[in-house]
């Protein structure tokens, strides 16, 4: 079984799916940490965010594994070194959505997300799950919430990992992705026609989770 949760940045998706797969026993993916550990590459190796071909051929090099841990967690390697804390870096914030919208990339991160939902009952999350990844995905859910609330629950997250940003700079960063997600060409994000739509915004994350399951039964 393969169940999709897209949405944007802060709606709770990676948050409610790590909590759904303990709960059923599924594995558990989360698609953007791919995405953040090539742009971690790509900065620690100096490559200019525009330098386009240059991203593409590192994408070909690189080797990103999601071994879902016994607590819950996820740990993401990187050509076989754990970055699961690193990828959550400002800076990988800031430039993520530049590297996810190449079109290459994309392909290339496409069949990888095909292979791990593969491996067997899984749990995506990201912005194109149940548009592009897994348009047949047998539930499809699209988590959304205010934008001011979204910012809210990552400066509280950022926080908690111990980096100092204000709560302005995390919201124009949410919304800058917003627009960098929502208008790409390639795979933008948007809710898929047959997914339910859960605002989340005055919800907690069990009242979030329930509501999910409830679909599930």
């Known amino acids: 079984m393969i169940i999709a949760i897209d949405g944007p940045a802060g709606a709770g998706k990676s948050t409610i799916a790590k909590i759904i797969a303990?709960?059923?026993?599924?594995?558990?993916i989360d698609t953007g940490a791919m995405y953040r550990a090539l742009t971690l590459k790509v900065l620690d190796e100096g490559i200019d965010i525009e330098n386009t071909s240059a991203i593409i051929s590192l994408a070909h090099k690189t080797v990103i594994n999601l071994i879902n841990n016994p607590d819950g967690s996820l740990k993401v390697a990187l050509d076989s070194k754990e970055v699961s804390f690193k990828i959550r870096e400002p800076r990988i914030t800031k430039y993520v959505s530049d590297v996810a919208k190449i079109k290459e990339v994309?392909?290339?991160?496409?069949?990888?997300?095909?292979?791990?939902?593969?491996?067997?009952?899984?749990?995506?999350d990201g912005r194109d799950i149940g548009t592009v990844v897994f348009p047949d995905?047998?539930?499809?859910?699209?988590?959304?919430?205010?934008?001011?609330?979204?910012?809210?629950?990552?400066?509280?997250e950022l926080h908690g990992l111990g980096q100092k940003v204000t709560l302005c700079s995390v919201e124009a960063d949410l919304?800058?992705?917003?627009?960098?997600?929502?208008?790409?060409?390639?795979?933008?994000?948007?809710?898929?026609?047959?997914?339910?739509?859960?605002?989340?915004t005055n919800l907690t994350i069990e009242q979030v989770v329930q509501k999910v399951l409830s679909y599930l039964k």
């Open 106 to 124: 994309r392909q290339i991160m496409l069949k990888l997300q095909r292979d791990f939902g593969k491996r067997g009952n899984s749990i995506l």
């Open 137 to 156: 995905a047998d539930k499809k859910f699209y988590l959304d919430a205010h934008l001011g609330e979204r910012a809210n629950r990552r400066h509280k």
């Open 175 to 200: 919304h800058n992705r917003d627009t960098i997600d929502s208008t790409r060409e390639v795979a933008p994000l948007k809710k898929a026609d047959d997914a339910i739509y859960i605002d989340t």
């Open 22 to 28: 303990q709960k059923l026993g599924f594995l558990y």
